[in-house]
């Protein structure tokens, strides 16, 4: 008896048809269809779990964008309330065609906020957050604006988060940063 199976379970090991008529005797052959079966459905499982998962995060991104533009337009209207009630100041939305493409490498209209008080005219730019091109953008604003009014204004950016590489280049380019970061 011991013969026999030692017997059994080396062809079992090195016979590959011996194994295949054993596990059809046995029923392991349904059992893998079904598995095969069950893998399939798994895998479609997955994929449309993936498609939803990236549909969300889709939608979350919209919204904080949505988000970030709702929260700039009040910060911005707030401003505005602020300086022209107790600064006297004027806040005002400068918009330009700037038809030689001098901000953006084409033509296009380029607008910013200008805080006007005592002669004095900054240019503010309030985002959810910045990056060096959007420094570099508010500074060539601030050269078209001189070209175009004839005024040398100060630069500022107001966010609540800027990047490390964009607060060095304000600071190189002289642009005030406001931020709590």
Not at 36 to 45: G, P, T
Not at 66 to 84: H, T
Not at 123 to 152: H, M, N, P, T
Request: hydrophobic residues 45%; proline residues 2%.
């Amino acid at each position: 008896m011991k013969g026999l199976k030692s017997e059994i379970l080396r062809l079992l090991r090195e016979d590959e048809e011996f194994r295949y008529a054993v596990a059809g005797l046995i029923g392991l052959e349904e059992v893998l269809k079904r598995l095969d079966r069950h893998e399939a459905q798994l895998v479609k499982l997955r994929e449309d779990m993936n498609r939803g998962f990236e549909l969300l995060r889709r939608h979350i991104d919209a919204l904080g964008a949505r988000w970030g533009l709702l929260a700039e337009e009040s910060f911005r209207e707030a401003m505005a309330g602020v300086v022209e009630r107790y600064f006297g100041g004027r806040v005002r939305r400068w918009a330009h065609y700037d038809e030689e493409g001098f901000v953006f490498g084409f033509p296009s209209v380029v607008e910013v906020d200008v805080v006007i008080s005592d002669e004095e005219h900054i240019l503010v730019e309030i985002k959810s957050s910045v990056s060096r091109a959007d420094v570099f953008e508010l500074w060539r604003v601030g050269q078209l604006y001189e070209r175009v009014r004839g005024v040398r204004p100060r630069l500022a950016i107001v966010s609540p988060f800027v990047r490390e590489e964009a607060k060095k280049l304000a600071k190189e380019l002289g642009i005030d940063v406001y931020t709590s970061l």
